[in-house]
């Protein structure tokens, strides 16, 4: 079960990523896992949420936008974008967002 | 099923609810489908994304921070989130962030 992400005092980024997914799914499970563990390891990742029940909802946090264009332009995950766009997804929406507030318990 | 929001041209904001419950869910359920109602009734909302799987994501939309403000005031809004912080939630995080640039299918 995924934790509430640890991050710091805003600003922050949220990289807040909706999709959902096709009949064919084959390869998506350990992909998606894959993607995960990748993407702790850059720099500037700060953590990340995920949920699927039908719609599934993703958000990672990173401390700035050149951290997110990097992920974004990493070779393992641009493969992966092009099979998540080609196959995976029936459709999907990245909204990249600057935190500018936030509080819980 | 949620769906993916339909928005508009960036910039607009978004409020990412990321929550546990605790053991004590009586009542939940009824009072989330009652707020996604009444929040889809305010000015600004735009719309909403919800998944739960151990973790909650909820994230709604909104035109301006003033009108998640007005939304955060809502007497019976108020009313849910005192249930929400002493009965339902063992944890959550809300995070007001500004969406800045989207793209998907």
Redesign the interface.
């Known amino acids: 079960?995924?934790?509430?992400?640890k991050?710091p005092n805003?600003p922050y980024y949220?990289v807040?990523f909706?999709?959902?997914l096709s009949d064919d799914d084959e390869g998506y499970e350990d992909m998606a896992g894959k993607m995960i563990a990748l993407a702790s390891d850059q720099p500037g990742f700060i953590g990340i949420?995920?949920?699927?029940?039908?719609?599934?909802?993703t958000?990672s946090y990173w401390s700035d936008l050149d951290s997110i264009k990097n992920w974004k332009a990493n070779l393992e995950h641009a493969e992966a974008q092009r099979l998540g766009?080609e196959k995976w997804?029936s459709?999907?929406?990245?909204?990249?967002?600057?935190?500018?507030?936030?509080?819980?318990?």
């Open positions: 079960m995924s934790l509430i992400a991050t805003p949220a807040i909706t999709s959902h949420e995920s949920a699927r029940e039908g719609l599934g909802i958000v766009r997804y459709s999907f929406k990245t909204r990249i967002s600057r935190v500018e507030r936030d509080y819980g318990v």
